[in-house]
């Protein structure tokens, strides 16, 4: 007999033959290391993933907003120049008015005492008196 406690060598041999043949019961501490940290870098790798994901779409929001705020800024500024511009064509014609308007008033009072004179009996003539009295 010699180190093998009482087992021949030829049936520790067949043992080993039998084991390295596929009898395992299941994978080393090794091999489930090595899967563990696949699964672990996979699952880290999805997490990135997930965040960049998560990071483009918030870029992507943000960029319709200041796309958005610059759409409603540049409406608004267009409004503001239509508006000054009509402010201005008012202003203008206004102006235009106010200027005229001392020949349109005294046009109208000349017009206006004309009316009157015409229906006021002191001044019409007298050889045409008799015929409105």
Do not use: C, W
């Not at 997930?50 to 796309?67: H, I, N």
């Not at 008012?90 to 206006?112: D, F, I, N, V």
């Amino acid at each position: 007999m010699n180190n093998n406690f009482g087992v021949s060598p030829q049936a520790l041999h067949e043992a080993r033959q039998l084991l390295g043949a596929g009898a395992k019961s299941g994978p080393t501490f090794e091999e489930t290391m090595a899967q563990d940290q696949q699964k672990a870098n996979l699952e880290q790798y999805k997490q990135q993933q997930d965040l960049s994901a998560k990071r483009e779409v918030k870029q992507m929001e943000l960029g319709m907003k200041a796309q958005e705020a610059a759409m409603k800024n540049e409406i608004a500024m267009q409004q503001s120049r239509e508006s000054n511009a009509l402010d201005f064509q008012k202003h203008k014609l206004t102006t235009e008015m106010q200027a005229r308007q001392p020949q349109y008033t005294a046009g109208t009072e000349s017009t206006q005492q004309a009316v009157n004179n015409q229906y006021d009996s002191s001044k019409v003539p007298r050889y045409l008196g008799a015929a409105f009295s």
